[in-house]
């Protein structure tokens, strides 16, 4: 009895145990089933919901062929609110959208599905943990992608395995700290360790057209014999490019002979190979980085180090490894490359110095960095970089110091300045034009047997005597006026330009007589004064014309001109004398001095006074100083702005060496042979061709035409 009740009780409390665990059990899913159904079209990570609040985003690879894991992470700064890379030494990274490029696709990340609760399937499905232990032949092993916020908190955790056949986008995930393998749709190309991709991408802020000049120094450093190292120096050469012609000129070429340099000017048939300089200004264009090394401490921005640096045997060692050598320059001390240097100088005036150090086939580029890699340059550099050292100058030679001009200290500097300035306008050309016009005398008339003889020369001819003694300006004017109406106006269409021509117009005389000046006329306006004619001089004993002279002047013909002779007089006759005044005048009016009206209106100007000069001379004083002030100023902002941007540069070149391919390296490295070409010689002229022909051609076959010869 007392046994049966006991495992009544013993039933009974069992029962009561059971049920008060089936109702307080926790929300976790007790069978598989209901796993799936509560979780299949939901997100894994509940909490992540704001990319900006990541502040860490770590990538953790492993190579299975190397063996060996690959960490990468990307922090924000507290302090500064940069993101840096504390994988590559905490170098500056320009990963802002980045980052949000890589944690937006975690958020609402929802499972379509889920392929297996079983552990022993991980491998299969490429979802082992790498940042666990792991052995060197371990397959299956995923990457780990894990987001963490300013207070360290995890806010997605996954790892990323292999993708799902016949299914675009999709991949086998799991958290690490669970066993279920999820089907998700994910975009993985944002998950990558490249590390160009995290970082501004061109290292020199340079266009190729923004290049002005290309130095090389091609030498070596080599080890010897005895310990130490030795230079060997091949040449320096210093080139400019002009973009008007789009051509480059060589403005130094210089080889070296028991260690002296000598000016070395191409030889005949050497020219440029320009195509060389091309590719290295596309290059440095396009420089880009695989990788970076913090430089050892003590040594400049500028790569100038003091003394301290030689005692420091391990940075020594630094820069030794990486093909870099200092050597003591008097108080300071200079760092040599293994492999040269290039310099780049740019229109706004700062010089690109690269210093290119040893190749190294440790620093080989990642499997993102070789993607990343155009198949060319990958097949030239074999997958080997080599370390490079930058730093900015400034280039003084793009900002001459201007020209300034001299202020007058005194009243009569500031005149002598004034007409120094004049000089130009005070030329015998210029003195000539504005010179007052002497007008010729009367012209002789010509006897009959000359006339025949040149009956249309003779006014040309005492046209050009009377141009001896005007301005050269104005004769000038005068012949081509005059000439052309004697000589090719004939009797009858003077007299058919008579009955057109209104009264104010000047008939033109006939072929046969000399036509009479117009400045002769004796009543025109604003003439200046000639000389009076003296009586021993037959030409000025010629009265004014009038219209019975012009009726009767001119050469005796033969009979068979008189009628042309009437014809003209004729139509002299019906041209006015107050026409041919107001013609003389019109002809006159235009060749006027500007001397005279200068000297006029310089007459009816009164003198300045000595308080008038004197506050001239401020103003003039004023003027030069802000002109000069501008100069300077437009000078030392061109300087300035130049050594900012140095400064700017070299602050982010300062504590890193650069590692580049080496396939970048050849075309940043111009040998002399890319430098220098020579031109082939020109083709012996083929044989059993014509001769070179006979002396002196043959009279009527047309020059360079050679004379055919046949059967």
């Given at each position: 009895m007392n046994e049966g009740r006991t495992t009544a009780?013993?039933?009974?409390?069992?029962?009561?145990?059971?049920?008060?665990?089936?109702?307080?059990?926790?929300?976790?899913?007790?069978?598989?089933?209901?796993?799936?159904?509560?979780?299949?079209?939901?997100?894994?990570?509940?909490?992540?919901?704001?990319?900006?609040?990541?502040?860490?985003?770590?990538?953790?690879?492993?190579?299975?062929?190397?063996?060996?894991?690959?960490?990468?992470?990307?922090?924000?700064?507290?302090?500064?609110?940069?993101?840096?890379?504390?994988?590559?030494?905490?170098?500056?990274?320009?990963?802002?959208?980045?980052?949000?490029?890589?944690?937006?696709?975690?958020?609402?990340?929802?499972?379509?599905?889920?392929?297996?609760?079983?552990?022993?399937?991980?491998?299969?499905?490429?979802?082992?943990?790498?940042d666990e232990d792991v052995s060197v032949a371990e397959t299956g092993v995923g990457m780990l992608v894990r987001v963490k916020d300013a207070e360290s908190t995890v806010l997605a955790n996954l790892i990323v395995g292999k993708a799902v056949e016949n299914a675009e986008n999709q991949h086998y995930v799991r958290v690490p700290t669970e066993d279920a393998v999820y089907i998700v749709e994910l975009n993985?190309?944002?998950?990558?360790?490249?590390?160009?991709?995290?970082?501004?991408?061109?290292?020199?802020?340079?266009?190729?057209?923004?290049?002005?000049?290309?130095?090389?120094?091609?030498?070596?450093?080599?080890?010897?014999?005895?310990?130490?190292?030795?230079?060997?120096?091949?040449?320096?050469?210093?080139?400019?490019?002009?973009?008007?012609?789009?051509?480059?000129?060589?403005?130094?070429?210089?080889?070296?002979?028991?260690?002296?340099?000598v000016e070395t000017p191409l030889a005949p048939g050497e020219r440029l190979q320009e195509s060389s300089l091309n590719a290295l200004r596309d290059a440095v264009q396009d420089l880009e980085i695989v990788g970076v090394r913090r430089k050892p401490s003590g040594l400049a921005a500028d790569l100038k180090a003091d003394k301290s640096l030689m005692e420091n045997q391990e940075s020594l060692t630094s820069l030794y490894s990486q093909g870099f050598f200092p050597q003591e320059r008097g108080d300071e001390v200079e760092i040599y490359a293994t492999g040269g240097e290039t310099l780049v100088g740019t229109t706004d005036g700062v010089n690109y110095l690269l210093r290119f150090g040893e190749t190294d086939s440790s620093t080989r580029a990642s499997e993102d960095d070789e993607?990343?890699?155009?198949?060319?340059?990958?097949?030239?550099?074999?997958?080997?970089?080599?370390?490079?050292?930058?730093?900015?100058?400034?280039?003084?030679?793009?900002?001459?110091?201007?020209?300034?001009?001299?202020?007058?200290?005194?009243?009569?500097?500031?005149?002598?300045?004034?007409?120094?300035?004049?000089?130009?306008?005070?030329?015998?050309?210029?003195?000539?034009?504005?010179?007052?016009?002497?007008?010729?005398?009367?012209p002789v008339q010509p006897k009959a047997e000359e006339a025949e003889t040149a009956p249309a020369a003779e006014p040309k001819e005492s046209s050009e005597e009377a141009s001896e003694e005007a301005s050269e300006e104005a004769s000038e004017e005068a012949a081509s006026e005059a000439a052309p109406a004697t000589e090719e106006a004939t009797p009858e269409e003077a007299a058919a330009a008579a009955e057109e021509t209104p009264p104010a117009a000047e008939a033109p005389a006939p072929a046969s007589e000399p036509a009479t000046p117009a400045a002769e006329v004796t009543d025109a306006p604003a003439e200046p004064?000639?000389?009076?004619?003296?009586?021993?001089?037959?030409?000025?004993?010629?009265?004014?014309?009038?219209?019975?002279?012009?009726?009767s002047c001119g050469p005796q013909e033969a009979d068979e001109d008189e009628p042309e002779q009437e014809t003209a007089t004729e139509a002299s006759e019906e041209t006015p004398d107050e026409d041919a005044t107001e013609d003389a005048d019109a002809d006159v009016t235009p060749a006027e001095p500007a001397a005279a009206e200068s000297a006029e209106e310089a007459a009816e100007q009164p003198a300045e006074t000595q308080e008038e000069l004197e506050e001239r001379l401020a103003a003039v004083r004023e003027q030069i100083g802000k002109e000069n002030q501008r100069l300077l100023d437009a000078h030392?902002?061109?300087?300035?702005?130049?050594?900012?941007?140095?400064?700017e540069l070299n602050a982010r070149f300062a504590d890193w060496y650069y590692i580049v391919s080496d396939s970048v390296y050849k075309k940043l490295k111009i040998s002399r042979e890319q430098l220098i070409t020579t031109e082939p010689a020109a083709p012996a002229a083929p044989g059993g061709g014509a001769g070179a022909g006979f002396p002196g051609g043959i009279p009527g076959l047309p020059p360079g035409l050679s004379p055919q010869f046949g059967n």
């Open positions: 009780i013993f039933a009974a409390v069992a029962a009561i145990v059971f049920g008060l665990a089936w109702w307080t059990r926790p929300d976790a899913i007790s069978n598989e089933q209901d796993l799936e159904a509560s979780i299949v079209g939901k997100p894994i990570f509940t909490s992540f919901t704001d990319p900006s609040a990541a502040t860490s985003f770590q990538i953790v690879k492993f190579d299975e062929t190397l063996g060996q894991r690959e960490r990468f992470e990307i922090t924000k700064d507290k302090s500064s609110n940069m993101w840096k890379l504390p994988s590559h030494d905490d170098y500056p990274a320009d990963a802002a959208e980045q980052v949000r490029d890589a944690t937006t696709p975690l958020i609402d990340l929802q499972v379509l599905g889920i392929q297996s609760f079983d552990r022993g399937d991980h491998s299969l499905l490429g979802v082992i943990n790498p993985t190309a944002p998950f990558t360790t490249d590390f160009k991709k995290w970082i501004k991408g061109k290292l020199l802020d340079v266009q190729s057209f923004d290049i002005a000049k290309i130095g090389l120094r091609d030498y070596a450093v080599l080890p010897m014999q005895g310990g130490g190292y030795g230079m060997s120096r091949n040449f320096n050469a210093d080139l400019n490019f002009d973009a008007s012609s789009n051509k480059w000129a060589i403005e130094r070429f210089g080889t070296f002979s028991n260690g002296q340099e993607e990343g890699l155009e198949e060319e340059d990958e097949l030239e550099s074999g997958g080997l970089s080599r370390f490079l050292l930058v730093t900015a100058q400034v280039d003084h030679s793009k900002f001459p110091v201007p020209e300034l001009k001299p202020q007058p200290e005194t009243v009569e500097e500031m005149l002598q300045m004034e007409r120094a300035d004049a000089e130009p306008e005070d030329s015998p050309e210029v003195a000539a034009e504005e010179a007052p016009l002497e007008l010729p005398d009367a004064a000639v000389d009076e004619p003296t009586a021993t001089d037959p030409e000025a004993e010629a009265p004014a014309a009038t219209e019975e002279d012009l009726n030392k902002e061109g300087v300035e702005k130049a050594t900012r941007k140095a400064q």
